[in-house]
């Protein structure tokens, strides 16, 4: 049987306007000098910065236990001075990701962060919170950012489950190049991008509800990820995605959404970290756009990406893959294929740019698409340089005139489904909102 540590054995005490890390520290540090253990964050409002976790450490959180993260940014360094496992920062760029991207930079700082470790835990019971506070940073990431909740990097064995991640600064999870992730029954509200994963192996998302003011799950170069009975809400992207062996089963996305998009602040609400209301940008991109950053060594080609028994409520698009253009430069999408899924109310065109060197195959079998009311007149799909478009039992209903604008030739095969023109263009248009 696991030891237990809890928190305030170590004196960490609930309420208090101090900072809590050292104490909650000392619980981590001495089950892991043990080999290992429990921590046990009690009932309470317990302020802190960021908390290292080790190897062989489940982190629960008891129902009604909130982690309130300190809204000075500079609360977030104190990572720098550990003593138990110390880090060379000489010794840890990482080449992958370029200057600035190592895990001792101000963009890994995070409430909880784990470096380097494996067979890790985080747990949480009903009304458990990790509460981000919106904290602002003029010197983060598009200078207001702060902290992320959870990040990660090179771990593995890895579960997340139970609690509510709360007004994240920054992603609510962040991990990077980590293998055996299994993540469920989370919520997280607000903040930027629900769940994150760069470079990472074997990963399971499932029953998670995320009203995000950002993507809800991202990431690219990922391999074997199973995505399944998520609810998505989000002001941009459901999922802004890039990876091989993909599967994205039973998720619902949906739009306007509760949160809005925090980047559209003003600069003074950013710094006072106010909350989103109805006049910040509310609407979702894509259920699905394709993502390849640079930051990636991506050594095979990215397909086999399934999406099926979906239901994709009010987004601006159905699809998109806009290579050489915002977030798609590394390596671009070989094949997708979406299976029995819904999608009402679109107002602008599938995108479907390809590269010319690994061309890709879109498979739409068994799909609903219908246009939102005013924008009929659009045509169905933008296209170009693609291998093949496969639709087979497609309705597509609401649109004038359906129609693929395609910059160059390429196999288009309809089977059952709605009659869809293609007609040959020089020029396509649309912005990206």
């Not at 019971?125 to 509460?131: L, T």
């Not at 998720?251 to 006072?272: I, N």
């Not at 604008?405 to 649309?430: A, C, R, W, Y």
Request: contains cysteine.
């Amino acid at each position: 049987m696991k030891q237990i540590y809890n928190i305030v054995d170590f004196g960490a005490v609930a309420g208090s306007d101090e900072l809590q890390t050292s104490k909650i520290q000392a619980a981590v540090d001495a089950a892991f000098a043990a080999g290992g253990g429990e921590v046990v964050v009690p009932a309470g409002n317990f302020k802190t910065a960021t908390i290292r976790l080790r190897s062989n450490i489940t982190f629960r959180m008891l129902s009604g236990a909130v982690l309130d993260g300190s809204t000075n940014p500079d609360d977030y360094t104190h990572f720098l001075d550990d003593k138990i496992e110390p880090i060379d920062p000489s010794k840890e760029i990482d080449e992958d990701y370029g200057n600035g991207h190592f895990v001792l930079s101000h963009w890994y700082d995070a409430i909880i962060k784990v470096y380097k470790a494996q067979n890790v835990k985080i747990l949480g019971e009903k009304d458990s919170v990790i509460n981000g506070n919106n904290t602002y940073n003029p010197n983060g990431e598009e200078g207001y950012r702060g902290p992320h909740a959870i990040q990660m990097t090179y771990c593995k064995n890895l579960e997340f489950g139970g609690y509510t991640v709360k007004d994240s600064a920054n992603w609510a999870h962040t991990l990077n190049k980590c293998d055996n992730i299994f993540a469920h029954d989370l919520t997280v509200l607000g903040g930027h991008d629900g769940f994150h994963t760069r470079i990472c192996k074997n990963v399971l998302i499932e029953n998670c509800e995320i009203y995000s003011g950002d993507d809800c799950i991202a990431g690219f170069a990922n391999e074997n990820v199973v995505i399944r009975n998520c609810y998505l809400d989000c002001a941009c992207s459901a999922l802004r995605y890039g990876g091989t062996d993909i599967l994205v089963d039973g998720c619902t996305t949906h739009a306007p959404s509760r949160y809005g998009f925090r980047g559209s602040l003003s600069k003074e609400e950013k710094a006072a970290s106010a909350p989103t209301n109805e006049t910040h940008r509310h609407t979702q991109h894509t259920p699905f756009l394709y993502f390849c950053d640079y930051p990636a060594k991506v050594t095979k080609p990215q397909g086999n990406i399934v999406i099926q028994n979906c239901t994709f409520i009010q987004p601006n698009s159905f699809f998109r893959l806009r290579w050489g253009q915002q977030w798609c430069h590394n390596r671009s999408l070989v094949d997708i294929t979406f299976k029995n899924c819904k999608c009402t109310g679109v107002s602008l065109p599938i995108d479907l740019y390809c590269d010319e060197n690994e061309p890709c195959t879109l498979r739409l079998e068994d799909v609903e698409i219908s246009a939102r009311e005013g924008f009929e007149d659009k045509p169905f799909m933008h296209a170009d340089k693609f291998k093949q478009i496969y639709f087979e039992n497609v309705t597509v209903t609401g649109f004038t005139d359906p129609t693929i604008l395609s910059k160059s030739e390429g196999e288009v095969i309809m089977k059952n489904s709605t009659p869809i023109k293609f007609q040959l263009t020089d020029v396509l248009h649309d912005k990206y909102v």
